[in-house]
């Protein structure tokens, strides 16, 4: 089993559709997490941290599940410029391990 | 300028050659760190490094060897490169406690 799963999608959605992306993760000791954007060819920029209480910016919210090990990312009023690979990102031991990517769910948001 | 910077961007070089991919930050992070990137299995660690001193080994170590010259400087190198080193290659820098990571543009290696 991969320590952080992905749906790869892709999803298509309208403009100002409301999307969210699931991930799930393997080891209940994980402490810290994080969605990261990707477009294409590009390298991945952090697009928000998940706290335990949950969080939102914007048009984006987040949220983690301890109890069932998943994360969340929700998406309202999707924009053409949303278009993009979205990747579970979590870390172990407080940092004392590197990050681990999930392999990305990707969207499509058309006109 | 770019806080994170790969040299070179693109590469084709032939099997059995060897490559190294640089890697310099200016952040004045600590932490350094190796992925490849291949169509549907994600970013992979490669190596990473905490610090000047120390080396680790990521999940796909194999084939690969790395130097940390300086706490801005990480480099990747492919001692004798195979066509399933083909791929995507990031390099990314990220501090404590707070565990961003910042990636580099990459480099687009093609092995023949």
């Known amino acids: 089993r991969k320590e952080v799963e992905q749906d790869p999608g892709p999803f298509n959605v309208p403009e100002g559709a409301t999307v969210a992306f699931n991930c799930t993760y393997s080891?209940?000791?994980?402490?810290?997490f994080f969605w990261y954007r990707q477009d294409c060819r590009k390298e991945p920029k952090l697009l928000m941290s998940?706290?335990?209480s949950g969080n939102e910016d914007g048009r984006f919210t987040a949220q983690l599940n301890r109890a069932s090990q998943y994360i969340s990312l929700l998406i309202r009023d999707s924009k053409l410029s949303d278009s993009a690979t979205y990747l579970c990102?979590?870390?172990?031991?407080?940092?004392?391990?590197?990050?681990?990517f999930g392999s990305g769910t990707r969207l499509q948001v058309q006109p | 300028d770019a806080d994170v910077t790969q040299t070179p961007r693109n590469r084709i070089t032939k099997t059995g050659k060897r490559i190294m991919l640089e890697c310099s930050q200016t952040?004045?992070?600590?932490?350094m760190y190796w992925y490849r990137q291949d169509p549907g299995l994600g970013l992979r660690l490669i190596y990473y490094?905490?610090?000047?001193?120390?080396?680790n080994k990521g999940e796909i170590s194999d084939g690969y060897s790395v130097s940390r010259q300086a706490q801005a400087k990480f480099s990747l190198s492919l001692e004798s490169a195979i066509p399933n080193q083909t791929a995507l290659y990031f390099c990314?820098?990220?501090?404590?406690?707070?565990?961003?990571?910042?990636f580099g543009p990459g480099t687009r290696l093609t092995v023949l």
């Open positions: 990314a820098t990220s501090d404590w406690p707070q565990n961003e990571q910042f």
């Open positions: 998940v706290y335990s």
């Open positions: 952040k004045g992070h600590d932490r």
């Open positions: 490094s905490f610090d000047v001193k120390d080396i």
């Open positions: 990102v979590v870390n172990d031991d407080m940092g004392r391990r590197a990050l681990t």
């Open positions: 080891n209940s000791a994980s402490q810290s």
